[in-house]
């Protein structure tokens, strides 16, 4: 199984427990996509991504893509827009396997006042794996809470 990361490929560096858990994740930038250009984020399929037929497990699938969606739709607006996935439809449409390199490829479709849209395709080489959508609640930002005295 290959491990080399393709040119222009960084370390993603950020997520929770659960996303650093299935890393390491990658990004680049995608030029074509604007002036700031895009994110477009990937991972290695691994045997711990895999299910019982040797192939990703379609749950990862679904995981790599809700991921690339919500970094995308966050990281559109300066500073970056706090976000929860409200709905997410996908469509599995060919399997990966352990040493596959998987690009998650988003389109923001639309960015209202309370809502965001935007659809993804997964990507092994050319060959399109799986295609999805997802709306997204855009929140207000977290602020630190008060401490209390003492």
């Known amino acids: 199984m290959t491990t080399d990361i393709p040119e222009g490929f960084q370390p993603?560096?950020?997520g929770g427990g659960?996303?650093?858990?299935?890393g390491p994740w990658y990004?680049?930038?995608d030029q074509s996509k604007g002036e700031k250009g895009q994110l477009v984020l990937a991972i290695r399929i691994e045997d711990r991504h895999t299910n019982i037929r040797h192939i990703a497990h379609g749950g990862f699938l679904v995981t790599i893509l809700d991921t690339a969606l919500g970094i995308v739709v966050s990281s559109s607006r300066e500073p970056p827009?706090?976000?929860v996935t409200v709905s997410l439809t996908?469509?599995?449409v060919a399997s990966a396997e352990p040493g596959d390199w998987v690009e998650a490829h988003v389109d923001i479709d639309r960015m209202g006042?309370?809502?965001a849209y935007a659809s993804c395709t997964l990507r092994v080489g050319a060959r399109c794996i799986m295609t999805g959508t997802g709306v997204?609640?855009?929140?207000?930002?977290v602020t630190p809470r008060e401490q209390p005295d003492g």
Do not use: C
Request: charged share 20%.
């Open 136 to 141: 997204f609640a855009l929140m207000k930002p």
């Open 27 to 29: 990004y680049r930038l």
């Open 12 to 14: 993603l560096k950020r």
């Open 81 to 83: 827009q706090p976000i």
């Open 113 to 115: 006042g309370r809502l």
């Open 18 to 22: 659960y996303l650093t858990s299935l």
């Open 90 to 92: 996908t469509n599995f």
